[in-house]
C-alpha cells in the first residue's frame, strides 16, 4: 500500500518522517529514495523542518539555519553536504600523497643501499683476489729457499721482486680490510631488509587508503551481476518503504480507533 493510497492524515505521515529522523533511522539517502515513491512522500520528504532536523543532526558543528531564512533547509544541507565532503576528499589525497611520498622516500633509499652493497661486493673482490695474490707471492718466497728448477725458480724470484711491501704486513691489511668489507655487506643487507620492509608495510597502507569497494567491485563486475546489485539495491529501498507502510498502517488503525470512539 502506498501513502497516496493509504487514507492516514498527512499530519501522521509527516510525524512518521520526524520520528524516522529524530531516532536516526532515516538519513538523507532515505529522503531522497521515499520522494520518488508517491506524490505525497515527495511532497513531504522535501519538508523544510525534516531538512532541518536533518542538518543539525549531521551536521551539529554548524549554526542549523532559521526558520525566517529565505533559502531552504535542503538546498543548505546539499552545500554543506558538499563542503564536507570535498574537505574529506581533500583529507583523503593529502593521506595518499603523504605514503606516496614516504614509498618513494623508502624506495630512493634501497636504490642507495643496493648500490653501496655492490660497491662494497665489488671491493671484496678485488680484495680477495688480492689477498690471494699475495698468498701465492708468499708461497714463492718459501719455495726459493729449496732447489727447483731454473725455470720455475726464474718464474718465482720475479714474482717476489715486484712485491715492494712486506707480504706478511700487507696479508693482513688485506685480511683486515676483507673483514671489514663483510661487515659492511651484512650492515646493509640487514638495513636493506628494514626498509624493504618498511616500503611493504607503506604500500599495503596506501592500498587500505585507496580502497573503494564500489569501485574494486565494478572492476570485475558482469552485467548480470550489476543487474543483480541493481535489484538488491531496489529492493532495500522496498524493504524502507514497506516498512514505512507497515507504520502507517499501525497509525491508521489508531486513527480510525480513536476518530470511532469519539462518534460513538
Known amino acids: 500500500m ?7 492524515p498527512e499530519e501522521l505521515w509527516r510525524r512518521i518522517l520526524e520520528i524516522g529522523i529524530e531516532s536516526s533511522n532515516f538519513n538523507y539517502k532515505d529522503l531522497c529514495c521515499l ?3 508517491c506524490t505525497l512522500l515527495n511532497r513531504l520528504s522535501s519538508d523544510d523542518s ?4 536533518l542538518f543539525s543532526a549531521d551536521f551539529p558543528q554548524y549554526q542549523p539555519p532559521s526558520s525566517s531564512s529565505s533559502v531552504s533547509s535542503k538546498w543548505l544541507y546539499k552545500i554543506r553536504y558538499g563542503k564536507v565532503r570535498e574537505q574529506k576528499l581533500l583529507a583523503h589525497r ?7 611520498s614516504e614509498i618513494n622516500e623508502h624506495s630512493r633509499r634501497i636504490g642507495e643501499m643496493e648500490l653501496r652493497s655492490a660497491e662494497e661486493k665489488g671491493k671484496m673482490k678485488n680484495t680477495v683476489a688480492e689477498l690471494l695474490n699475495l698468498c701465492k707471492i708468499r708461497q714463492a718466497k718459501v719455495a726459493l729457499n729449496v732447489w727447483q728448477p731454473e725455470i720455475v725458480r726464474g718464474k718465482q724470484k720475479q714474482m717476489v721482486e715486484q712485491c715492494n711491501v712486506p707480504i706478511d704486513n700487507r696479508i693482513h691489511a688485506i685480511e683486515m680490510e676483507l673483514k671489514l ?15 624493504k620492509k618498511r616500503m611493504q608495510t607503506a604500500k599495503e597502507k596506501l592500498a587500505s587508503v585507496e580502497y573503494h569497494p564500489l ?21 532495500n529501498i522496498k524493504c524502507k518503504v514497506l516498512s514505512l507502510s507497515t ?12 476518530t470511532k470512539f469519539l462518534f460513538t
Open 35 to 37: 520522494s520518488i515513491t
Open 94 to 100: 593529502r593521506a595518499v600523497l603523504r605514503i606516496q
Open 2 to 8: 502506498s501513502a497516496s493510497d493509504s487514507a492516514l
Open 215 to 235: 569501485r574494486e567491485f565494478n572492476l570485475t563486475v558482469s552485467p548480470i551481476d550489476e543487474h543483480d546489485m541493481r535489484r538488491k539495491r531496489f529492493k
Open 247 to 258: 507504520l502507517s498502517m499501525q497509525f491508521e488503525l489508531l486513527f480510525f480507533r480513536k
Open 50 to 53: 525534516l531538512w532541518s532536523s
Open 181 to 195: 668489507c663483510k661487515q659492511q655487506i651484512q650492515g646493509l643487507e640487514k638495513a636493506l631488509s628494514v626498509e
